[in-house]
């Protein structure tokens, strides 16, 4: 019997997942080298070359193609600052991570949404919206898409990075989440396809910790020389200390162990919403997730996420609100973003059972078992 | 005899001024504290928690008043993006830290230039500065400035202070080398002296070491957590785990030793720039800097620091453009900055040799010893 509050609200890893001890070889390792006082002078920047060089290597790109900082979002912000201008219009996935819409609202960027489908964004709203006006990006999380779970097929990919390349706009593909993949094989990205017109965000967040907050740039040499010259007149650069902790993580062979650790972890807990779902919210329709930290349900007809969050508190469940992940909020009233992994399969299941009665209390005739 | 190139560019630490074992003992301490899996974990814009509560009962102010950041340059462009709005006067000293002219221009500031004398800011210049339109704020380097190397005595800082409260502007106090003082005795600071007007900024990077890129940012609440939700917006939050090792630092007691080493390693090195500037560039003004990373002196009329340059890289020194510290670039063609702390008093004579030869053979009739 599981009592305190069951909180579904932020899409965080597990705290159990952290390699602490292996960070604390690294660590130990960085600073008892003395010819890595690198990581502890001024730098670049681009972030710290060796792990630059790494992922570069990894990834068959030049170290000019790779560029690291305070996380993945910084890189939204620079973008939005540098290679997008004020008033220029971003296609962004309908809906889509809420931080992203908050930048390009600062920035005053005419957002336009791209409704998403169980394999991807609708490709005729796309084509309809290229022809309308063809954007300067188009920014998409086309694996275990935060805030869906939503994975965007191959053929989809494969039509959109032709697209890009006809029309001359740019790939902005967010994948932290792309090698966390619990089923299923994995799908070309759309830098793999597209690698000219697209700029492939990622991060060490999901995969070793959030706090070490190594974020990933990878793409064009010339956008990114012009970002890292924004970066520098920003903030000098980034954090060295955790880069070169991460980048001795790397090249110590950690990484893909640690990767298959979280896939062990995280299965199990993809399986319990699941079916915890198809138990307590049997008429709510959801998109099955083949990876990556979120489930998302649409609330039956009548109830709204506002309703929902507020008796779901009572019941002892925290639930976002929906609308923040939809550049029009209204569109998501209905919208449910349940993350999954920071939570135990009991947890998962008490958490949902909580929330099926809920649903139940406020609109018995829809949400029966 | 040195046959390298002597670096006077940057203003660096000494590589050999980091405490690495320290350090490696700290980070091996949050590594292994299982409830320290916070410095891992996602967290608050604000910075990390243990070390703001830190910074706060150091100078006797709340948790609310400390704010954490990617480093101070950081917080410039969070104030550009929040306090400040575009178009708004903002007095600076002349000369002052580039980077900061360079964010101010950015964010499309009217930049005034206050004239800095060899004890602080020309006040009958501020003064009528003041009268013809009160700024938004006054950024200020009031300890070893950057790039001149000035101090600003109390009287003047007093003066500024009741400034700041009669007529409402905010001080933004860079202070990142206020505690390097190798000679004579502390000045309050204007935090000290108006502390509902100032918003104080420093650094870990001067005393501990860059690569942690911890900036600190105290002051006003309510401006603070304008701060924060920005940054949240912008990059969820800093770094956190190097945050959590600069913490154990400070809590271990090791932040004053360490600064105590500094001004012992620094000490003889500003002793040495004094020297040698006297024997090898006797014609030259300079202001004798009692602490910090600069010295700088003007060159004689008939030379510009472009000439300088150019000649110095074929002699083996490289040498800053000082027109880049200027808000007009021509009123610094006969400046020039010397940062002293990375280089050894060897180092620093042979520089500072080669630069006395080079001025006499573009300006013999001046510079003659």
Known sequence: MISQTIDFTRGVPAPESFPTEQMAECAAAVLAQG??????????????LPLRAWLAERQGLSTEQVMLSNGSLQFIELLCQTLIQPNETIFVEQPTYDRTLTLLRRHRENVVSIPLESDGPDLDALEAAIQREVPKAFYIISDFQNPTGVTTSQAKRE??????????????????YRQLRYRGSAVPSLFDLAPARTLQLSSFSKLISPGTRVGTLMGDAAVLQQLAQFAEDTYIMPAQLNMAIVNEFCRRGYLEPQIERLKALYQP???????????????????????????????????TSTMLRAQAADAGVRCSDGRGFFANPQDGERFLRLPFCA????????????????VQAISPELSRV
């Open 35 to 48: 010819g890595q006082t690198e990581a502890l002078q001024y730098g670049k920047s681009y972030g710290f």
């Open 159 to 176: 039509q959109i990075a032709a697209w890009a390349e006809q029309f001359g706009f740019w790939l902005i593909e967010d994948a932290p």
């Open 343 to 358: 939570l135990t399969p009991a947890e998962i299941d008490e958490g949902v059972r909580r929330l099926g009665e809920v």
């Open 269 to 303: 807990r993809l399986e319990a919403i699941c079916t915890a779902v198809q138990n307590y919210l049997p008429a709510t329709p959801y998109v099955e997730p083949d990876g990556g930290f979120f489930f998302s349900i649409t609330l039956p007809e009548g109830v």
